[in-house]
């Protein structure tokens, strides 16, 4: 089954809404959760790292005021995009690993987000 | 974080034919592994190769890896329609809890 909980899959909303998407480890503790950007056609890039009860590590070019990143918990990371637009459409998925396991990460099914 | 190269970026063949995509990347490495996405969909575990390994194999896929060469193949044998998809490479530096590094991918289609 599933290790790690995406939602929402798919989101479509309008100009100017902020959206919240959440990851949830299910099996284990995650101390440290990886978000990461997918445009149409492109690869995978590491937007943020989320360390629970700190804050965010953002890549270079990512706004933190733009992806908030809050993991309060030892199970929960959330991100929102705050006042979307359409050039924030992508694919945001997300993914955790247990810290004293040197097995692969187990990523989240991802949310596709469209911004109209 | 640097990407990787994989080649080529797309790669068109017949049922039961076999598809080999490449991998490069540009610094060291703890582990490498091969992702499948099918489209708008998530990401699939194919098969993580550490760096002491230098072939593995699983079901229909093999993986080679020359860390000499920072480069790294996945051979799909006797393909199937539906492996169709995106098929990514990622690196970590070390062991745990770290972030994943991604080629730009190769986009498989396999003609029935």
């Known amino acids: 089954g599933a290790v790690v909980s995406q939602h929402p899959s798919w989101v479509i909303c309008k100009s100017g809404t902020s959206v919240k998407i959440e990851c949830r480890s299910l099996d284990f503790q995650a101390t440290t959760m990886f978000w990461y950007r997918q445009f149409p056609k492109q690869s995978l890039m590491l937007m943020a790292t989320?360390?629970?009860?700190?804050?965010?590590?953002?890549e270079q070019g990512v706004e933190k005021d733009k992806f908030l990143i809050n993991h309060a918990s030892l199970t929960l990371s959330t991100l929102t995009v705050t006042s979307a637009h359409p050039e924030d459409s992508s694919f945001y998925i997300c993914?955790?690993?247990?810290?004293?396991?040197?097995?692969?990460?187990?990523f989240g099914d991802g949310t596709r987000l469209s911004i109209l | 974080s640097q990407q990787g190269e994989e080649d080529p970026q797309a790669l068109s063949i017949q049922e039961g034919e076999n598809a080999t995509m490449n991998c490069s990347y540009k610094?060291?490495?703890?582990?490498l592994q091969w992702y499948r996405q099918n489209s708008g969909r998530g990401l699939v575990h194919l098969i993580l190769i550490r760096s002491n390994e230098r072939e593995k194999h699983s079901g229909r896929l093999r993986v080679t890896l020359d860390t000499s060469k920072k480069s790294s193949s996945l051979l799909i044998t006797a393909s199937r329609a539906a492996d169709t998809a995106s098929y990514f490479c990622a690196t970590d530096a070390y062991p745990g809890n770290t972030p994943l590094v991604f080629g730009k991918g190769t986009r498989l289609s396999v003609i029935a």
């Open positions: 989320s360390n629970e009860g700190s804050k965010a590590t953002y």
């Open positions: 993914s955790t690993g247990d810290l004293y396991s040197n097995q692969p990460q187990h």
């Open positions: 610094t060291s490495i703890n582990n």
